[in-house]
């Protein structure tokens, strides 16, 4: 990929961050009061064109391009053991709605979306095999996608994160998964 | 929206979950055959209690006086059977999961954590109770 492209990619989901100074804070212990004075992430408007020269990408960006690689994994992997394995085609397709629609958000949240390719992982063989690897790929989405909600600069992708971790956590927990 | 309106918001959402969950709990008392529902409400009930009292310890520790509860909450529809009680659940989580979201948005660190895993619990909840598979639980439709 080239850099120029890459660095061009820029987030939209700016702003919902924090509050500002003067907030009284008497009594709290200095975690408590990082997590209501930390200045706001600077809006789209505001920002400065990325240094080329040192070749610094958007934090946040590499983060939603991560996550969008990594749900299209699981996307792929549905789509793929559904032809082979019919009795579990209803759950199968029931986690690759959801996949699409994260994956579509994730995009919007980027001024252009990258080429997304992902090397899809080996179908196994049997419907146990496969259910118990969409679980174990959803919790690690899960997992991978709180660490993002957790670290995001961005509030509102942060919020973004965090919602479709929770939707791993429930989907981890569907009735067709459990084998 | 400060950090601190946000936090607010989730204690706001958690006093109508509390006073929720108790006439979930009170009316599925009287259905006989349900054991196993009213353990579970209890379980949701004592979970809210929970994370109410710790974001008014929060609030309070961080200079700001933690909104009360309300004398009183009108329920949105009759409660009267289990399945009025399953569907009062269902928002009870879904409106605590919408101002866990806001919160995430509009704070960081400790208090980020903390409302990221309220989230999940609540999306986990909803879906508990009935709720279909949400693709973005806490901000648009499924």
Known sequence: MATSTRMSRRLLLHGAALTGAGIALAGCTTSEADDVSTPARPTASSQEQPDTSVGRTDPDVDRVEAAIASERALLVYCRDSVAEHPDIAATLRQVADQQQKHIAVLRGALTEAGPGRVEPAPVMRGDRAVLHTVRRMLVEAQRQRRSDALAADSGLLARLFASISASHAVAAGLDGLQA | ?142
């Open chain 2, 1 to 142: 929206m400060s950090a601190l309106d946000a936090l607010q918001g989730c204690l706001a959402a958690e006093h109508a979950a509390v006073f929720g969950y108790g006439i979930v709990g009170g009316v599925l008392a009287g259905v006989s055959g349900t054991s196993n529902l009213q353990a579970y409400a209890e379980e949701c009930y004592a979970v809210h209690r929970g994370r109410r009292d710790s974001l008014t310890s929060l609030v309070t520790r961080l200079g700001e006086t933690p909104v009360a509860a309300e004398p009183a909450y009108r329920l949105p529809f009759r409660v009267t059977g289990v399945d009025p009680c399953k569907r009062l659940a269902r928002q009870l989580e879904n409106r605590t999961a919408i101002a866990y979201a806001l919160a995430v948005a509009h704070t960081v660190s400790t208090s980020r954590a903390m409302a990221v895993d309220a989230l999940t619990d609540c999306a986990i909840r909803s879906a508990d109770w009935g709720t279909p598979l949400q693709a973005l639980p806490g901000i648009g439709p499924s």
